[in-house]
């Protein structure tokens, strides 16, 4: 090669590697929309089969609507000029097409975690409203806080790689608070406020849609990475890695404490377990070895099991597939978890390898701060559409179940007759 040549194979390289790195998160973003199918399957099929249909129109109005009030507003909310808290550049801003879509699938996610919460009973036109206010408002405000450079936790150096909090805690929480005032679904507890189980119509479903939700999280974790390449510490291959070490871990946490609790080991327990692990590393895939991945991931899944046991029995909300304990507490364990053992190349910076309590006192102000503004803002706005339309289906209806009297349509039409008939 010519010397001449040299700036020219350097120029051609580094295009090649943004072309590469363009291409990596455009592939990631597709992982991410596939896991919109795995949420339906989850929800729909860890609840009662009357409800399917319902389910997946929320599910597709998430993505939808999600979608176009992102690209609309949302954006502009989280990665506009901004004074720390709130950005805006004007309606339609984005910064490329392959960054706007890969963040709009992360704001779908966010609005899709409310759903199963409050399956099996909210009217479909309010959990409109409440979808819209999600991906336009209450996401991309809280996102910006960290993902825009200039947010005030970004600021303060705040983690959250991927969306513990931000995706996870933020939607968790809202999904806690929408639960607790649609109240629980019809025969949950007994007249002296024993819980009683409702099981899903079709566990394959539920486990087929925890699998499509691993495999997109290769893409929700690896895609934030923003570009393939990096040392071992950050490169999306390393990120890809722990992903999968912490839902393993997570699914044995959840196995092993429910078998040794209900004596048998528990399928539901086990899929939350999964999910669990992987929202547990969501926050520190890009800040975690594969050791520390693994122990996060373990922890996420004990956690999972006694906190549904305790929303339920407890608290007394009917939480119908455990969306608060998988994204919301999860959520939060995940994002502290980097304050304990987190790394940063090959320097600790948790308070159990080196790194001193600062950063686990910056991980704890933002996962309290995400709390607190998930569950204040979807306070008001589930408490004014109480008030003025209504959250909840009448009992004729909920009995009936929300495919017919919501859309008209079943799920499965020959079971239906069957049902008739006998």
């Given at each position: 090669?010519?010397?001449?040549?040299?700036?020219?194979?350097?120029?051609?390289?580094?295009?090649?590697?943004?072309?590469?790195?363009?291409?990596?998160?455009?592939?990631?973003?597709?992982?991410?929309?596939?896991?919109?199918?795995?949420?339906?399957?989850?929800?729909?099929?860890?609840?009662?089969?009357?409800?399917?249909?319902?389910?997946?129109?929320?599910?597709?109005?998430?993505?939808?609507?999600?979608?176009?009030?992102?690209?609309?507003?949302?954006?502009?909310?989280?990665?506009?000029?901004?004074?720390?808290?709130?950005?805006?550049?004007?309606?339609a801003f984005n910064q490329g097409p392959a960054d706007l879509f890969f963040q709009t699938v992360f704001c779908a996610t966010a609005a899709t975690i409310v759903s199963g919460a409050i399956a099996g009973r909210t009217k479909y036109n309010t959990y409109i409203i409440f979808s819209i206010v999600m991906t336009a408002l209450i996401y991309p405000i809280a996102g910006g806080w960290q993902w825009n450079g200039d947010g005030w936790l970004a600021q303060m150096g705040f983690i959250d790689f991927a969306g513990s909090s931000i995706v996870h805690a933020v939607g968790g929480w809202a999904a806690l608070i929408g639960a607790a005032l649609v109240g629980p679904r019809l025969g949950k507890y007994t007249e002296d406020g024993k819980a009683v189980e409702i099981p899903g119509h079709n566990k394959l479903l539920g486990t087929l849609g925890v699998f499509i939700l691993w495999f997109g999280w290769f893409g929700f974790n690896g895609g934030s990475q923003l570009a393939w390449g990096?040392?071992?510490?950050?490169?999306?291959?390393?990120?890809?890695?722990?992903?999968?070490?912490?839902?393993?871990?997570?699914?044995?946490?959840?196995?092993?404490?429910?078998?040794?609790?209900y004596k048998k080991p528990n399928l539901d327990m086990t899929l939350n377990g999964a999910l669990a692990g992987l929202v547990s590393i969501t926050a520190g895939c890009g800040n975690m070895g594969e050791g520390g991945a693994i122990i996060a991931g373990l922890i996420g899944g004990i956690i999972v099991v006694f906190s549904m046991e305790f929303v339920e029995q407890k608290l007394k909300i009917d939480d119908a597939v455990g969306a608060f304990s998988v994204h919301g507490l999860a959520g939060a364990w995940g994002t502290l978890v980097i304050g304990l053992w987190g790394i940063d190349g090959d320097a600790g910076i948790g308070l159990f390898n080196g790194g001193g309590s600062s950063q686990f006192v910056t991980q704890l102000i933002g996962t309290l701060a995400y709390a607190a503004w998930?569950?204040?803002?979807?306070?008001?706005?589930?408490?004014?559409?109480?008030?003025?339309?209504?959250?909840?289906?009448?009992?004729?209806?909920?009995?009936?179940?929300?495919?017919?009297?919501?859309?008209?349509?079943?799920?499965?039409?020959?079971?239906?007759?069957?049902?008739?008939?006998?």
């Amino acid at each position: 090669m010519s010397l001449y040549n040299i700036p020219l194979f350097f120029q051609d390289t580094a295009a090649i590697e943004g072309d590469m790195g363009m291409l990596w998160m455009l592939i990631s973003g597709i992982l991410v929309f596939l896991m919109q199918a795995g949420f339906t399957l989850v929800e729909s099929g860890m609840t009662r089969s009357k409800n399917v249909v319902n389910i997946a129109m929320k599910n597709v109005l998430d993505i939808a609507v999600g979608s176009l009030v992102y690209w609309g507003v949302g954006y502009s909310l989280m990665y506009g000029d901004t004074n720390g808290w709130i950005g805006w550049s004007g309606f339609a801003f984005n910064q490329g097409p392959a960054d706007l879509f890969f963040q709009t699938v992360f704001c779908a996610t966010a609005a899709t975690i409310v759903s199963g919460a409050i399956a099996g009973r909210t009217k479909y036109n309010t959990y409109i409203i409440f979808s819209i206010v999600m991906t336009a408002l209450i996401y991309p405000i809280a996102g910006g806080w960290q993902w825009n450079g200039d947010g005030w936790l970004a600021q303060m150096g705040f983690i959250d790689f991927a969306g513990s909090s931000i995706v996870h805690a933020v939607g968790g929480w809202a999904a806690l608070i929408g639960a607790a005032l649609v109240g629980p679904r019809l025969g949950k507890y007994t007249e002296d406020g024993k819980a009683v189980e409702i099981p899903g119509h079709n566990k394959l479903l539920g486990t087929l849609g925890v699998f499509i939700l691993w495999f997109g999280w290769f893409g929700f974790n690896g895609g934030s990475q923003l570009a393939w390449g990096g040392d071992d510490a950050v490169g999306a291959s390393m990120v890809v890695l722990v992903t999968n070490l912490a839902a393993s871990g997570g699914a044995l946490g959840a196995l092993i404490i429910s078998w040794l609790k209900y004596k048998k080991p528990n399928l539901d327990m086990t899929l939350n377990g999964a999910l669990a692990g992987l929202v547990s590393i969501t926050a520190g895939c890009g800040n975690m070895g594969e050791g520390g991945a693994i122990i996060a991931g373990l922890i996420g899944g004990i956690i999972v099991v006694f906190s549904m046991e305790f929303v339920e029995q407890k608290l007394k909300i009917d939480d119908a597939v455990g969306a608060f304990s998988v994204h919301g507490l999860a959520g939060a364990w995940g994002t502290l978890v980097i304050g304990l053992w987190g790394i940063d190349g090959d320097a600790g910076i948790g308070l159990f390898n080196g790194g001193g309590s600062s950063q686990f006192v910056t991980q704890l102000i933002g996962t309290l701060a995400y709390a607190a503004w998930a569950v204040v803002t979807s306070f008001i706005f589930f408490f004014v559409l109480k008030k003025t339309m209504g959250l909840r289906v009448t009992e004729k209806e909920e009995i009936e179940g929300l495919d017919l009297s919501e859309h008209g349509a079943l799920a499965y039409p020959g079971k239906r007759q069957r049902e008739i008939e006998d």
